[in-house]
C-alpha cells in the first residue's frame, strides 16, 4: 500500500468498517516492542527515511497544533525529549527535507524554501471563507502563520531562505495577499515593507495595491471589532514608513534598487491616499458612512505622536508641508471671481469639520511664520484650489492665537507689493484673505468695513502714494464689481478711500458704477438702515425689517441720552426717503397708547416738537392709535407679535450643539474638536439670533446698557439663558473632573463667542437682570458659574467695548469687567451676601485658572472692585480675619470647596482668605482695599437693612478706622497715624459720595449730608467724634502759627478742580459743591469756621480760611447781597464761643468785625438781613458768660437796623450810625421787606446824610434789579425797577455822580473793593443789562455834561454785545417774560424829569434775524432781543450828541468826576485818545454803526484845527 493510499484508508470510515488512526497504530507498535538504545536510533532513522520518502513539503510548513484529534503526530513523533525541542527538531526535519527536494529539483534551497514558505502565505491568507476586499487576519490564520514565520525565521537563520524570491512570489499573487500578513512579514524581520516594495518592477501597480489596501485598513480601523488596535498599529507602522522614504532628506543607498524610485512610489500612496479622502469630502460625504470613517482614519494619521519612531523630524515636517501643498491646489477648477461670489460659504463654521480638522494638526508641525510662507509660495508658483485656500485661512484665523497680528501682516506685504508692481494677483489675494479674515467674527479680526476703512481712509494708506496708486486701486475695486456682494458694495460706498480732490472724479466713477450695480440687484443705499449692518458679508436685510430694528435701537439710545439719535436727525436730513417711506412707518405703528408715556411716545413727541414728522402722517397715527384703544383687551392681546415658529428649530440645533459641547469639556480625549464645535456654536448662535455672517466688530460704539431697567427681547433672553446655563453647567462639569487650570480653553473660547456686537448688549442686560435684580435666587451654580463668566470677559476686555449704563451708574463709559462693580452692591444684607460669594467665586477661579501663567494675567482678568470689595465683606463678616492671618498653615485650594453640591461659602472664604497668592495679589498697586476704598464701600451700607447690629457696627467702624487704618502707612492705604489726614479723607470721600448719591438711587428731595444719603449717618458720626478728638487734642508744640483748619483746605482743593465758567452746567456743579461744603460745615462745631485767638497777645480770631470761602465761592450763590441765614448764624456763634475764651471778649469780637469790613463785608450785610431772628441768639449766648452789653462793632449793626427802621417811619431819621455802605444795605432790606408802593419821600429824609448813602443805595438797587432777573419776586411789591429809577432820579436832581458804580475793578482804592465783594459775580457781569434798563430815566442834559457818560456808555454796550454774541444770556432769560423791558421800550415810564429825547431810538435796531445769527442760534438770545434793540442807535446818538455839543473838548473824558469814592484816577478833562482807541479796537466785530460813530469822532479829534497852539504874542 502506498502512502496515499493508507492516508486515504486511514481516513474512511467507510471502507472496512471502523478502521484505527495512523496514531493508534504506532501507539500500538510502541507499546508491544521494548527496544534499546540501538534500536531507537535504528527505528528513529527508519521513520525519517520513510518521511522524506513520501514528504508533501506544503503541509509540513503548515503543521501546526490544532483541536484534540485532528492533528498530525509528527510533533509527538519527534518530541521526546521534552518542551520546546520539536521546534528545531522540525526546523531541522523542514530543512534537511527542502535541501533534499532542491538537490532532486536541481535548484537551489533558499530559493525553494521561499517558494514553499510564500505558498503556505498565500494558503493560509486563502483559509478564511469571507470574502474580499480583507486586509486583516482571522484568529487561525494568525496562529497558522505564526507557526510559518517561526519556520521562516528559522530558514533565514541557516541562510536557507531568499528575501527576494519571496517577495517575487508574493507579487504572483498580489491580490490574494493580505495586509496584515504583509505587515506581520515586516514585525517580524523576515521582509520588510520597503523590501517587500522595492522589489515590484511596476510602480504604479504597487502604488495602486498599496493605496487600496490601506483605504480598506482605514474602514476596518474605524469599525467597531476587537482587533482595531492591530489595525491602528499596521498603520502607523505604514505610514512612518511611507513618510520616512518619501520625504527623507539623503536617499538610503542599502536598497536593491534606486532610491528615487521607492521615493516616488511612497510619495504617490500618500498623495493618492489625501486625493481620495478629499475627494470623498467634495462629494460629500455623510457621517457614519464607510468612507467617512475611512478619511476621519487617514486624516489622524497627521497627529503628531504617530512619529514618534522617526529620529529625524524633519521628514514629518515636509510631509505635512507637502500634504498642505497638496490641499491647496486640490483639483483648482474655481476662479477668482468665483471666489469673490463664493467665499462666504468657506468660513471656519461650513468647512467640514474633517478637514478643519486636518489643517488643525497640520498648523501643530508649521509655525505660524512658515505656514503664511507656504501659503504664499503655493499662491505664487501653482493653481490653488480656493475653496482650500480660503477655509485654511478661516482655520489659520480661528486656531492660531496671535493670527490676527499675522494675517495683517500677510495682507500688508501682499498690498505694499501689489501697489508697488501693480500686481493684480497680490491684490485679489490681499482681499480675499482680508474678507475671509472677517467672517470670522471680531473676536477673531476687525470687520471687512473697519479693514477696508482702516486700510484706505486714511492718506497714509496704500493708495496714496501716486496717481498710479489710486488708478490701480479704483480699477481692481471696478474689475470687482461684477461679483461682489451688495455688503461689499455699500461699504466701499459709505466708507470710500480718500481721495485727493484732484483725482476726486476716479472715486466718482466708482461711486457711480458701484450705485448702478447695486440698482440692478435692487439693493439702495437710500433704504438702508440707520443702524444697519456694513461688516456682513450676507443677504441684505429687507428695508421693512431692517427698519423695526432701527426703531428699537434708536428707543434705546433715545432711553439712555433723552436726546433724539443723531442717526435718526441725520437720515430726516440726508437719506429722506428711508426715512419717510420705513423709518417713520415703523416707528408709527398705530397701537394702544399708554397712560403714562412710555420712551417710545416720548420719542416720537421729540420728533414731533423738532417737525420730523409731517403733520399728516401723525395725524393719521393719533387717530389710528385711538382707535386700536378702542378695541376689547382680548383683541389688542391678539395682535401682540408672536415669534415665528420657525424660530423653533435654530433654538433646537444650538441646544444640541451645546449639549454635544459638554462631551467635548468632560473627556480629554475630545479637546481637539473644541474648536470644531466652538465653530458650530457660534453658526447656529447666528441663526438663531438671525445675526449676518459677520456680525460686525464694535467699531468704538459703546454699548448701552440701563441697570435700573435692563431690557431685552424675549428671544433674545431664550438664547441668552441657553448660553448661561450651558456655561454653567459645562464648569461644574469640567470641574468635577479636572481643576480649572487643567480645563483647557473651552471656556475662553465660549466667552469670545458670546463678545458678539449684537449678542453683547443682550447678554449684559440678562447678567444686570440675574445680578442686580434676581442675585438672592441664584443658586450656587448660578453664582459659580457667572463669576467665572466675569473672569473670562475680564481676560477679553481689550476687545470689548465700554459700556455706558444709565441710572444708578455715572454717566461715563466703563470697561465690562468694571460693569460688575455696579452690577453688586454691598447696600443690604442680601446684597452683600450675593456679592460675597460672586467676589469669592471670581477670584478662586482665576487664582486655580492662571495659576501656571504670568500674574500679570490673572490680575487683568479681575476688575479691581470686585477684589476691594472682597476684602470689605471679610473684614465686614468675619471678625476672625480682622486679626493678622497665620500663614504658617497651608490653606486647602480654594476652588474644591466651590465645586461641592452644597457650597459652604464661609469655609470657602475663608479658606480662600488664607491663601499666599491672595496676599501676593493683595499688594499689587490698586488692588488693596484702602482707608478711602472702605469708607466709599461703607457709606453706601443701609443701616434698616446691614447684615450688622448698630452696636456691631460701631464697633466695627471703630476697628476699622482707629486699629486698622488709622496706625497704617500712607504707601498701603492708611494715614500714618494722622488723624487730620483721617478726618480730611473722611470729607472729601463723604462729599464725593453725596455728589454721586444725588443723581441715583436717593430722593431728589433728601438734604445731602445729614440724612439724604441712605448709609451716611453712622460715617458722619464718625466725622464728628474724630473732629472733636482733634479739637480736645493736645496744643502744637512750638510757637508757629497754627495751620488753617483742614476742612477748608478740602474745600479748596475740591473747588480748584472744578470748572470755571459761565454755563449753566458748570456753576450748578460748583453750587452743588457748595451746599455740600455749607452741610458739612453746619454739622461740625462753629468753632471750625472761626479759629480761636492766640492767647500771648490780644489778637481777633483766626477767620481767614473761612473770609476766604465766602469772597471766593459762597459769594457768587448769595442772594441781594447776602448769605443764607444757617451759615450766617453758624458764623457769628463760632464767633462769639472763640471770643468769649479769650481775654477781653470785646475787643476780640470788635477787631474781628471790623476786619470783615474790608475782608469779608457779605458777612456784615448777611447779619442786618437776619437780624431779627439773629439777636436774641446773640444776647443769649454774650449774657451768659459776660454781663457787659455786647461788643460795639454788634452794637453798630443793631443801629444800623434802627437807622433804616426810622428812614422809613414818618419820624424823622437820624445820622447814619456808621458805614455809609452798611447803613445802605440796611435801608435797602427795609426797603425791600415794606413793601411800598413809592419810596419818594423816605428818599427825601436823606438829604443832609452825605452823598455816599445815596449812592451806595443806588447799588444795593441795582443788585436787586439783577436779582429779580435772576429770581423773580412775587407780584403786588414794589417793583426793583421802580426803585433803581427812584433813586436814580434822586441822584440826578442832587447832580451825584452814580457812574463810577459801573466801573468797578478790583483795582480800585478805596470802598470799590467792598461793593465787588458784596455782588456776585455774574451780577457784576450783567451791570450793562442794569445800566440800559435804565435807560428811558436817564437825564439827557445832565448826563451830555459829564466827560465819562460817553465812555461808559460805549463800554456796557460793547460788554452787552459781547454777553449776546457769547450766547451768555441765560442769566437773564426771564428778561422776555417779566414784561418790564417790553414796557419800557414801547412807552415811557414814570419819572420825576423829563424823559430823553434819544429815547425813541428804540423803534429801530439791529434786525432780530441778524441778531440771532451772531448769537450762533441760542433761543435764549430772544430774551435779549428787547434790552438790545435800545442801546445800537442809543449809542450812535449818544455820540453823534457828544459830537455836537462837546466839539471844543479835545478827548473823551473818562474821569471818574469830583467827589468819588471809589478812588480812581483820571485826567478831568485832558485827552485820552488811548481810552478812545481801546473803545475803537473793542468795537471792531460788535456794531458797524456804532464803529462808523466812533470813527467820525475820531475823525473830529484828529482835526488839526482843533489843536493848534494859541498865537500869544
Given amino acids: 500500500m502506498s502512502a496515499s493510499q493508507a492516508r486515504g484508508a486511514a481516513s474512511d470510515p467507510g471502507h472496512g468498517g471502523c478502521r484505527r488512526a495512523w496514531v493508534e497504530l504506532l501507539a500500538g507498535r510502541v507499546k508491544r516492542q521494548k527496544l534499546g538504545p540501538e534500536g531507537e536510533q535504528k527505528v528513529r532513522e527508519s521513520a525519517l527515511r520513510l518521511l522524506r520518502g513520501h514528504l508533501n513539503l506544503g503541509d509540513l510548513v503548515l503543521e501546526v497544533e490544532g483541536p484534540p484529534g485532528k492533528q498530525l503526530c509528527l510533533n509527538r513523533l519527534i518530541d521526546y525529549d521534552g518542551p520546546g525541542a520539536h521546534i528545531d527538531l522540525s526546523s531541522s526535519l523542514i530543512g534537511s527535507a527542502l535541501r533534499d527536494q532542491a538537490a532532486q529539483l536541481g535548484v537551489p534551497a533558499a530559493v525553494l524554501c521561499s517558494q514553499v514558505v510564500a505558498s503556505g502565505l498565500v494558503r493560509v491568507c486563502e483559509a478564511d471563507a469571507v470574502p474580499p476586499p480583507k486586509v486583516l487576519l482571522t484568529p487561525d490564520q494568525r496562529k497558522k502563520l505564526s507557526s510559518l514565520f517561526e519556520i521562516a525565521q528559522n530558514l533565514l537563520a ?300 486714511s492718506a497714509r494708506g496704500f493708495h496714496g502714494s501716486s496717481k498710479k496708486a489710486l488708478v490701480f486701486l479704483f480699477k481692481f475695486l471696478s474689475d470687482l464689481v461684477p461679483f461682489e456682494a451688495p455688503r461689499y458694495l455699500q461699504v466701499h460706498i459709505l466708507h470710500p478711500p480718500l481721495v485727493p480732490s484732484k483725482y476726486r472724479s476716479l472715486l466718482t466713477d466708482y461711486v457711480a458704477l458701484a450705485r448702478t450695480r447695486l440698482a440692478d440687484l435692487k439693493v439702495s443705499v437710500e433704504n438702508m438702515g440707520l443702524y444697519e449692518d456694513l461688516s456682513s458679508a450676507g443677504d441684505v436685510t429687507e428695508p421693512r425689517c431692517q427698519a423695526a430694528q432701527d426703531v428699537e435701537k434708536a428707543i434705546m439710545v433715545f432711553e439712555h441720552t433723552g436726546k433724539i439719535p443723531a442717526a435718526v436727525l441725520e437720515a430726516s436730513i440726508f437719506r429722506r426717503s428711508y426715512y419717510l417711506s420705513h423709518f417713520l412707518p415703523a416707528l408709527l405703528t398705530p397701537r394702544g397708547l399708554p ?86 456654536i457660534s453658526e447656529q448662535l447666528r441663526s438663531a439670533l438671525g445675526l449676518g455672517e459677520d456680525d460686525s466688530d464694535f467699531e468704538g460704539a459703546p454699548v448701552q446698557l440701563s441697570v435700573r431697567a435692563p431690557k431685552l427681547q424675549p428671544w433674545e433672553q431664550r438664547v441668552v439663558d441657553l448660553l448661561l446655563t450651558s456655561f454653567c453647567q459645562n464648569l461644574m462639569a469640567a470641574s468635577s473632573v479636572a481643576p480649572p487650570d487643567r480645563q483647557g480653553p473651552w471656556a475662553a473660547h465660549f466667552v469670545r463667542t458670546l463678545c458678539r456686537r449684537r449678542l453683547l448688549p443682550a447678554l449684559l442686560s440678562r447678567l444686570c437682570q440675574l445680578l442686580h435684580h434676581q442675585g438672592p435666587s441664584l443658586s450656587a451654580s448660578h453664582v459659580v458659574g457667572l463669576a467665572a463668566l466675569a473672569v473670562h470677559l475680564g481676560e477679553s476686555r481689550s476687545a470689548l467695548p465700554e459700556v455706558h449704563v444709565g441710572p444708578p451708574t455715572p454717566a461715563r463709559g466703563l470697561p465690562v469687567p468694571e460693569l460688575f462693580d455696579i452690577l453688586l452692591p454691598c447696600r443690604t444684607q442680601e446684597s452683600s451676601a450675593l456679592c460675597l460669594k460672586f467676589c469669592t467665586a471670581a477670584i478662586s477661579y482665576s487664582l486655580c485658572k492662571f495659576s501656571s501663567q504670568s500674574r500679570d494675567i490673572s490680575y487683568s482678568c479681575l476688575s479691581p472692585g470686585l477684589i476691594k470689595k472682597f476684602q470689605f465683606m471679610v473684614f465686614r463678616w468675619f471678625s476672625e480675619a480682622r486679626d493678622p492671618p497665620s500663614w504658617e498653615d497651608p490653606a486647602s485650594s480654594p476652588w474644591r470647596p466651590l465645586c461641592l453640591p452644597s457650597v459652604d461659602w464661609q469655609r470657602a472664604t475663608l479658606c480662600l482668605w488664607k491663601q499666599r497668592t491672595l496676599r501676593e495679589l493683595l499688594k499689587q498697586e490698586g488692588l488693596h482695599l484702602t482707608y478711602r476704598d472702605w469708607l466709599q464701600l461703607e457709606l453706601e451700607i443701609q443701616p434698616e437693612v446691614d447684615s450688622l447690629s448698630d452696636t456691631e457696627r460701631q464697633d466695627f467702624h471703630q476697628w476699622a ?85 483742614f476742612l477748608f483746605g478740602v474745600f479748596c482743593r475740591r473747588l480748584q478742580a472744578l470748572a470755571r465758567g459761565w454755563d449753566v452746567a458748570s456753576r450748578l456743579q460748583r453750587q452743588q459743591e457748595l451746599l455740600m461744603c455749607k452741610r458739612i460745615l453746619l454739622g461740625l462745631p462753629p468753632s471750625v469756621l472761626v479759629g480761636s485767638p492766640r492767647l500771648e497777645q490780644l489778637a481777633a480770631p483766626d477767620c481767614d480760611d473761612f473770609f476766604h470761602l465766602v469772597n471766593s465761592e459762597l459769594r457768587n450763590f448769595s442772594h441781594d447781597g447776602a448769605l443764607t441765614h444757617d451759615i450766617t448764624a453758624h458764623f457769628f456763634r463760632g464767633l462769639l464761643n472763640a471770643c468769649l475764651r479769650s481775654r477781653d471778649p470785646s475787643l476780640a469780637a470788635d477787631l474781628t468785625l471790623t476786619a470783615c469790613q474790608t475782608q469779608c463785608p457779605l458777612l456784615l450785610t448777611s447779619a442786618l438781613l437776619w437780624w431779627p431772628h439773629l439777636e436774641p441768639e446773640l444776647h443769649r449766648r454774650w449774657r451768659r458768660c459776660s454781663q457787659s452789653p ?31 455802605w452798611l447803613c445802605a444795605a440796611a435801608l435797602h432790606f427795609m426797603i425791600r421787606r415794606a413793601g411800598k408802593e413809592s419810596i419818594r419821600r423816605e428818599l427825601g429824609q436823606l438829604d443832609g446824610q452825605g452823598e455816599e448813602l445815596l449812592v451806595f443805595l443806588f447799588f444795593f438797587s441795582l443788585m436787586g434789579l439783577l436779582s429779580s432777573h435772576l429770581t423773580p419776586q412775587a407780584a403786588g411789591s414794589l417793583k426793583p425797577l421802580d426803585v433803581c429809577a427812584e433813586v436814580l432820579g434822586c441822584l440826578q436832581r442832587k447832580r451825584i455822580s452814580w457812574l463810577p458804580l459801573f466801573q468797578l475793578t478790583e483795582t480800585d482804592a478805596g470802598l470799590g473793593r467792598t461793593l465787588l465783594r458784596l455782588a456776585p459775580d455774574h451780577q457784576v457781569r450783567l451791570l450793562p443789562v442794569a445800566f440800559y434798563s435804565l435807560l428811558s430815566y436817564f437825564d439827557e442834559d445832565a448826563l451830555l455834561q459829564e466827560d465819562a457818560f460817553l465812555h461808559v456808555a460805549v463800554n456796557m454796550y460793547l460788554k452787552l454785545v459781547g454777553l449776546f454774541v457769547a450766547g451768555e444770556t441765560g442769566a437773564v432769560w426771564t428778561l422776555a417774560h417779566s414784561g418790564d423791558l417790553q414796557a419800557q421800550a414801547g412807552r415811557p415810564r414814570k419819572p420825576d424829569y423829563k424823559r430823553s429825547s434819544f429815547s425813541a431810538a428804540v423803534d429801530t435796531s439791529v434786525p432780530e434775524k441778524e441778531l440771532l445769527r451772531r448769537g450762533r442760534g441760542n433761543a435764549q438770545m430772544l430774551a435779549l432781543l428787547s434790552v438790545f434793540k435800545s442801546p445800537s442807535l442809543f449809542t450812535v446818538r449818544v455820540l453823534n450828541a457828544f459830537g455836537k455839543t462837546n466839539m471844543q473838548r479835545p478827548a473823551l473824558g473818562i474821569s471818574p468826576g469830583p467827589g468819588c469814592l471809589f478812588g480812581g484816577h483820571g485826567q478831568q478833562h485832558g485827552p485820552s485818545t488811548r481810552a478812545f482807541l481801546q473803545l475803537l479796537g473793542a468795537s471792531a466785530d460788535c456794531d458797524p454803526e456804532v464803529r462808523a460813530a466812533l470813527l467820525s469822532r475820531q475823525q473830529a479829534m484828529l482835526d488839526p484845527d482843533l489843536y493848534q497852539e494859541p498865537r500869544l504874542f
Fill in 158 to 457: 541557516q541562510s536557507m531562505f531568499s528575501r527576494l524570491s519571496f517577495c517575487q512570489e508574493l507579487w504572483k499573487v498580489q491580490n490574494s495577499l493580505l495586509l496584515e500578513a504583509v505587515w506581520r512579514l515586516h514585525v517580524q524581520n523576515i521582509v520588510s515593507l520597503q523590501e517587500l516594495l522595492e522589489s515590484h518592477a511596476d510602480s504604479q501597480a504597487v502604488v495602486a495595491w498599496l493605496s487600496r489596501d490601506l483605504r480598506l485598513l482605514c474602514e476596518q480601523t474605524e469599525a467597531p471589532c476587537q482587533h482595531a488596535d492591530v489595525a491602528r498599529a499596521m498603520l502607523a507602522d505604514f505610514v512612518q514608513m511611507l513618510v520616512s522614504r518619501g520625504f527623507q532628506k539623503n536617499a538610503d543607498v542599502r536598497g536593491t534598487v534606486d532610491p528615487e524610485w521607492m521615493s516616488q512610489v511612497a510619495v504617490a500612496v500618500l498623495e493618492r491616499m489625501l486625493a481620495s479622502a478629499l475627494e470623498a469630502l467634495a462629494a460629500g460625504i455623510q457621517e457614519g458612512s464607510a468612507a467617512h470613517k475611512a478619511v476621519s482614519c487617514w486624516f489622524g494619521v497627521f497627529s503628531g505622536h504617530m512619529y514618534g519612531s522617526i529620529i529625524s523630524t524633519e521628514s514629518p515636517k515636509r510631509f505635512f508641508c507637502h500634504t498642505l501643498t497638496q490641499i491647496l491646489t486640490h483639483k483648482p477648477v474655481l476662479k477668482v471671481s468665483d471666489a469673490v461670489q463664493m467665499q462666504r460659504e468657506w468660513s471656519f463654521a461650513r468647512t467640514p469639520p474633517l478637514l478643519s480638522g486636518l489643517y488643525r494638526r497640520l498648523f501643530v508641525v508649521l509655525s505660524p511664520e512658515e505656514l503664511v510662507g507656504h501659503l504664499q509660495e503655493a499662491l505664487e508658483t501653482q493653481e490653488v484650489n480656493w475653496q482650500h485656500v480660503l477655509s485654511c485661512v478661516s482655520t489659520l484665523v480661528i486656531c492660531l492665537p496671535d493670527a490676527q497680528q499675522l494675517v495683517d501682516g500677510w495682507v500688508s506685504r501682499l498690498l505694499t507689493h501689489a501697489f508697488e508692481s501693480c500686481d493684480l494677483d497680490s491684490m485679489v489675494l490681499a482681499f480675499l484673505v482680508a474678507r475671509q479674515a472677517a467672517l470670522e467674527g471680531p473676536a477673531a479680526f476687525p470687520s471687512y468695513a473697519a479693514w477696508f476703512q482702516a486700510t484706505f481712509g
Fill in 1190 to 1220: 455786647l461788643p460795639a462793632e454788634l452794637r453798630r449793626l443793631q443801629e444800623a437796623r434802627h437807622f433804616a427802621g426810622s428812614v422809613l417811619s414818618p419820624l424823622a431819621a437820624p445820622p447814619t450810625p456808621g458805614p455809609a
Fill in 595 to 680: 397712560r403714562i408715556p412710555d420712551s417710545r411716545a416720548a420719542l416720537i413727541e421729540s420728533l414731533r416738537r423738532a417737525d420730523k414728522i409731517p403733520p399728516s402722517l401723525y395725524s393719521t397715527y393719533r387717530q389710528a392709535c385711538s382707535t386700536v384703544g378702542e378695541k376689547k383687551p382680548e383683541d389688542a392681546a391678539s395682535q401682540r407679535e408672536v415669534e415665528p415658529s420657525c424660530k423653533e428649530e435654530p433654538l433646537g440645533l444650538l441646544t444640541t450643539a451645546l449639549r454635544e459641547l459638554r462631551a467635548s469639556v468632560t473627556d480629554p480625549t475630545q479637546r481637539d474638536a473644541l474648536l470644531a464645535q466652538m465653530a458650530v
Fill in 961 to 1045: 478706622i482707629h486699629q486698622h487704618f488709622l496706625p497704617a502707612p500712607a504707601a498701603t492705604g492708611g494715614c500714618d497715624g494722622d488723624l487730620e489726614v483721617a478726618c480730611a479723607t473722611l470729607v472729601d470721600v463723604l462729599m464725593d459720595f453725596c455728589q454721586s448719591s444725588r443723581s441715583y438711587d436717593h430722593s431728589e428731595n433728601s438734604d445731602l449730608v445729614l440724612g439724604g444719603c441712605t448709609g451716611n449717618r453712622d460715617i458722619f458720626s464718625r466725622l464728628q467724634e474724630m473732629a472733636a478728638g482733634l479739637e480736645q487734642g493736645p496744643a502744637r508744640l512750638g510757637h508757629a502759627a497754627p495751620r488753617g483748619h
